[in-house]
């Protein structure tokens, strides 16, 4: 079982659709990261969470740490919105602090 | 302020070679880590290095090293190449635990 669970795999909204990503984690963290890849690679990181919720514009994260779980929401869903987003959490494992990802949900927002 | 740049951002090579990237920080950042992204295994942690020092390594065999200079910029190092080392290499610099990524880059082995 993979350290970081993503869900779903993939994603098909219309736009103007609420959109909910799934996380959870089975190992200790720090800090959890959102991150959003779109064609041709480049990342882009989204959020850095601890601990409650945050917001940037259409873009809303929280986090559980009792339940080991993170939500990406993003309202009014638009076509640019189109990419694959990855969860990551900061974790110490054999002395090492390293990012262990999952293994993204890809999203497709048609017009 | 200048995003994080790596070079070269495509590159192809055979299998026995080693190939070197580069990574330079955004200004200021000390830390920078790096990253193999393969469709098979997704994303991956290789290292960081903070301040000349490597801070943290993922689980990958000794063909894989880095370094960082006294102006923050790393490269990492491939020695013996092999098919499976085909795959998008990314670094990322740090501040304040928030990442930033550069855009990669994009090695074949043949």
């Known amino acids: 079982k993979n350290e970081v669970e993503q869900s779903p795999q993939n994603l098909t909204a219309q736009e103007g659709e609420f959109i909910t990503i799934n996380c959870s984690y089975s190992?200790?963290?720090?800090?959890l990261h959102w991150l959003q890849q779109h064609p041709g690679g480049g990342i882009v990181s989204l959020f850095m969470?601890?601990?409650g919720k945050k917001k940037h514009g259409r873009l809303i994260a929280t986090i559980n740490i009792q339940e080991k779980h993170s939500s990406l929401h993003i309202t009014a869903s638009h076509p640019r919105d189109s990419a694959v987003y990855i969860c990551?959490?900061?974790?110490?494992?054999?002395?090492?602090?390293?990012?262990?990802f999952g293994k993204g949900t890809k999203l497709t927002v048609n017009p | 302020k200048a995003g994080v740049t790596q070079t070269p951002r495509y590159l192809i090579k055979t299998r026995g070679q080693q190939v070197t990237l580069s990574c330079s920080p955004i200004?200021?950042?000390?830390?920078v880590s790096w990253y193999q992204q393969t469709p098979g295994q997704g994303l991956q942690f290789l290292f960081e290095?903070?301040?000349?020092?490597?801070?943290n390594k993922g689980n990958f065999p000794g063909r894989f090293s880095g370094r960082q200079f006294s102006n923050s910029r790393s490269e990492m190092n491939v020695s013996t190449l092999e098919l499976g080392d085909s795959a998008l290499y990314l670094c990322?610099?740090?501040?304040?635990?928030?990442?930033?990524f550069g855009e990669g880059s994009r090695l074949t082995v043949l």
């Open positions: 969470l601890s601990s």
């Open positions: 990322a610099s740090s501040f304040g635990g928030e990442l930033f």
């Open positions: 200004s200021g950042h000390r830390s």
């Open positions: 190992v200790g963290i720090s800090a």
């Open positions: 990551a959490v900061s974790s110490t494992q054999g002395g090492s602090e390293k990012l262990v």
């Open positions: 290095y903070f301040s000349e020092t490597q801070r």
